[in-house]
């Protein structure tokens, strides 16, 4: 099973992405677990999770926080301004798949 880690400012818009992404899963019978959490969680949360996605507000923080990811190993994405609107969680899961679609590809991955 794959798991997911959506990482936002308070934790309070990426439950709700986390929770309309779950639904995606289910509909595409995909076994992935999705989880949300503040950015402030991230350490004790990456050692477990196999993606990274991180919230379009905190772009100014992406570059050091994916390189936190990758020190375990985790690819990560940063989402969209508009995936936590209507659609975005189509979008979200999409950028998820491009990121283990691409971990796959290299060579450690």
């Known amino acids: 099973m794959t798991t997911i880690l959506i990482i936002c400012g308070a934790g309070a818009s990426s439950t709700f992405l986390a929770g309309r992404m ?3 899963a289910a ?3 995909e076994s992935v677990t999705v989880q949300a959490a503040s ?3 991230i350490d004790s949360r990456l050692p477990a999770v ?3 996605l991180v919230g379009s507000h905190l772009s100014s923080t992406f570059d050091a926080l994916r390189d936190r990811a990758a020190g375990y190993g985790v690819p ?3 989402l ?3 995936t936590f609107g209507p659609g975005g969680a189509e979008a979200a ?3 998820f798949s491009s990121l283990t679609t691409t971990q796959k590809d290299t060579p450690h991955g």
């Open 22 to 24: 779950r639904t995606i």
């Open 27 to 29: 509909a595409r019978g």
């Open 39 to 41: 950015d402030d969680d």
């Open 50 to 52: 196999d993606v990274l």
């Open 76 to 78: 990560a994405g940063l």
């Open 80 to 82: 969209a301004s508009t």
């Open 93 to 95: 899961y999409d950028l």
